[in-house]
């Protein structure tokens, strides 16, 4: 069985922490249980997490071992658009639920559980959403 697991900025900062959230640390034994997890990250999550100096030394160390999506066709944008469409999520929320979706993720880890939810109902996923604290 493969899990995968999307993270949005704060999502990303959780993993690389390894904070104590228990909903956190509960995907990540899903994941070792698996034995064959999934973590993807949109690269533009990249721009919202690290700002550029020595704070992004876990971040840095865990985007080397997890999957970053480096390109967004234009049909994963138009995607996400759609989407996005009448709703308060922003740009990135809106490609993080498109990577979800399109992917059949297991899991969204974020802070931003509300916009999260809002866009993968929209786009019909069964994508659970944890929350962290940002």
């Given at each position: ?45 990249t ?48 490609v ?32 659970a ?6």
């Amino acid at each position: 069985m493969s899990v995968t697991v999307v993270l949005d900025g704060a999502g990303l900062h959780a993993w690389a922490e390894r904070r104590p959230e228990r909903q956190v640390l509960t995907v990540m034994e899903v994941l070792r249980r698996a034995g064959a997890g999934r973590v993807l990250v949109p690269s533009v999550v990249t721009v919202e997490a690290l700002t550029g100096d020595s704070r992004d030394a876990a971040v840095n160390q865990i985007l080397e071992q997890i999957e970053v999506q480096e390109h967004l066709p234009l049909s994963h944008a138009h995607a996400a658009v759609a989407l996005r469409q009448g709703t308060d999520g922003s740009a990135v929320d809106a490609v993080v639920a498109e990577a979800a979706l399109r992917t059949r993720a297991a899991y969204v880890i974020t802070c931003d559980a509300d916009n999260l939810n809002t866009l993968i109902d929209r786009g019909a996923g069964r994508t659970a959403v944890v929350t962290v604290e940002a």
